[in-house]
């Protein structure tokens, strides 16, 4: 099993950025690909960025394409997701997961999650 703790969430207005992290540990050679989800109060998770082994291919949502980066060190088993240019409605809590057993923009692929960081977006 690998454990995956997020951090950098936080309040920032609109316009600003934040850099979340994700540190995995524990059974850690076949976490990748690695995501990032969101969830927004009354609303269904959904996907925001994925990245594979070694920052060789990276997939973004439509909503965040441009404005979000997500990387990887992959010494140290971190996955960075950079937030530039936020808008009221990223507002949610972010969620990494790792371990996907199919197509890796799906909730439902994934099998290790951490436990959230908040990120609100102020107008």
């Known amino acids: 099993q690998v454990q995956l703790v997020e951090s950098g969430g936080g309040l920032v207005q609109a316009g600003g950025s934040l850099r979340l992290s994700c540190a995995a540990s524990?059974?850690?050679?076949?976490?990748?690909?690695m995501g990032w989800f969101r969830q927004a109060p009354g609303k269904e998770r959904e996907f925001v960025a994925a990245?594979?082994?070694?920052?060789?291919?990276?997939s973004y949502a439509d909503t965040v394409k441009g404005r979000f980066t997500i990387s990887t060190d992959n010494a140290n088993n971190t996955v960075y997701l950079q937030m530039n240019s936020l808008k009221p409605e990223d507002t949610a809590v972010y969620y990494c997961?790792?371990?996907?057993?199919?197509?890796?923009?799906?909730?439902?692929?994934?099998?290790?999650w951490g436990r959230g960081t908040q990120v609100t977006v102020s107008s």
């Open positions: 997961a790792a371990s996907p057993r199919g197509l890796i923009t799906y909730v439902s692929s994934y099998t290790d």
């Open positions: 524990g059974r850690t050679g076949s976490t990748y690909p």
């Open positions: 990245i594979g082994w070694r920052s060789r291919t990276t």
